[in-house]
């Protein structure tokens, strides 16, 4: 028995309305995350333009990280001692990371010659962490988080929608399908920019959004849930998930669970759960030890930046660079001897997939030519989402959205249906609104009196 194509496939003023409701939603946003993410693909270059002069002090000729950290600590009133970043190069300040009592972190910048403070900071204040939250939270904290996981969950329908009506039906030659056509006028143009644009970075756009799922609220926790139920694919440790407080991340923590402090220490900030943080040094004063841990952290030659941090009567110390696989931990003795060390290799299948994913994500897994990938990827969205706006613009009545109008014979077609319920299973939030919508189909059609 042969089924008919029609009732496999949706059709084309099915496809059209999808695509132009979801890209109303959609196409504000995939311009905003274009504009925020191209400006956090440079993070590096831009922090180290920011911070140019900290990295231009005179040679150091009498390091002491110890007396860095106390003096840094001293800063920042009732402040605890959360981290040392390792300087990059003799002439650099040194960076030392303190948590004050609302849980706000501060970065402390030394100068290791005279041991003073040359600059103090507050870490969500920077503006790499600025861009960040904007790109991933709308400066919205979780509920940020939710919506932009809605955008990503409805772009994947603006995205497969758009490549069934741009698949080539009776056109001949390549001009409008894999070229735009730039020497016509008016609608055909701007179709072509559309469409042609679109398809060509929808690959790198899926992607992206797939790559920034496991960073978001419902999402991130939603993989957690399912790593704790059936096995350890995943360590779920190496990522945010929604809005996690910078301390938390500094400390290694990135879920939003950090390790309490003893309950003497909880007593001066009631409810909250704070990384664990150095506030008298016990065990033999083990900031004494630090001087030495530098040492074996220099020898280690991890890629910059380098985290090194308190944990319990050991250090940890452990590169955060944005190319994820190149990311080691090692755990380092009081007199700095290495007594663990765990590299990208030997996380879980789950963690290294998101961790290639990521940094492909940030424009960090190879290089320059990343950067220069995700920067033209980045700046076809513009171009499709302006075209776009121009087209909807150029049709749409006066004082209307000007949506295609449904027809009593529309389709949704076998593999129509099927798609949406797999993307409805795979992406929660999609999933939720779909049921919505069927829901008020239903009920208003039971209202409509014809």
Not at 49 to 62: A, E, F, K, N
Not at 393 to 415: D, E, F
């Amino acid at each position: 028995m042969t089924i008919h194509s029609a009732t496999l496939w949706p059709d084309r003023r099915t496809l059209w309305r999808w695509h132009f409701f979801s890209g109303l939603f959609c196409l504000p946003f995939v311009a905003f995350l274009s504009l925020t993410g191209a400006v956090y693909l440079f993070k590096p270059q831009i922090d180290d333009w920011i911070d140019w002069r900290y990295d231009h002090l005179p040679i150091v000729l009498s390091p002491s990280p110890e007396q860095d950290v106390q003096t840094a600590v001293a800063a920042v009133p009732q402040g605890a001692f959360l981290a040392y970043e390792l300087p990059r190069t003799v002439q650099s300040a040194a960076r030392v990371l303190v948590s004050r009592p609302d849980g706000e972190a501060v970065r402390v910048y030394v100068n290791r010659n005279t041991h003073t403070v040359v600059k103090t900071v507050l870490e969500e204040s920077r503006f790499e962490r600025l861009v960040f939250r904007l790109h991933g939270q709308l400066l919205l904290g979780n509920v940020g988080s939710v919506i932009m996981e809605m955008v990503a969950s409805w772009t994947i329908v603006l995205i497969v929608t758009g490549v069934l009506l741009w698949w080539p039906r009776h056109q001949r030659g390549l001009a409008g399908i894999v070229y735009p056509r730039l020497g016509t006028k008016g609608r055909t143009r701007w179709r072509d920019l559309h469409a042609v644009t679109g398809v060509w970075t929808s690959v790198f756009l899926v992607l992206f959004l797939v790559s920034g799922l496991p960073w978001s609220f419902v999402w991130g926790h939603t993989l957690q849930s399912v790593e704790n139920t059936v096995g350890r694919l995943t360590s779920v440790k190496d990522w945010e998930i929604g809005a996690v407080p910078v301390a938390a991340v500094i400390a290694g923590h990135p879920l939003g669970q950090p390790q309490k402090l003893p309950a003497k220490e909880n007593m001066d900030m009631p409810g909250m759960d704070m990384p664990a943080a150095l506030t008298s040094f016990p065990k033999g004063d083990l900031l004494s030890s630090l001087d030495t841990v530098v040492k074996t952290a220099s020898a280690l030659s991890l890629p910059a930046p380098v985290i090194i941090t308190p944990s319990g009567s050991l250090w940890t110390v452990r590169s955060d660079t944005q190319n994820r696989p190149l990311r080691e931990s090692v755990t380092v003795t009081p007199d700095g001897h290495v007594m663990t060390q765990e590299t990208f290799a030997e996380k879980g299948i789950i963690d290294r997939v998101i961790g290639y994913g990521v940094a492909a994500h940030e424009g960090q897994l190879f290089g320059k030519m990343n950067q220069a990938i995700n920067l033209l990827v980045a700046v076809g969205l513009l171009m499709m989402s302006c075209a776009a706006t121009v087209l909807w613009l150029k049709r749409k009545p006066a004082g209307s959205l000007g949506p295609p109008p449904a027809l009593p014979s529309q389709k949704y077609g076998m593999v129509g249906m099927t798609t949406l319920v797999i993307l409805g299973l795979l992406l929660p939030e999609l999933g939720a609104a779909l049921l919505v919508l069927v829901l008020a189909n239903r009920m208003f059609a039971r209202l409509d009196p014809t």
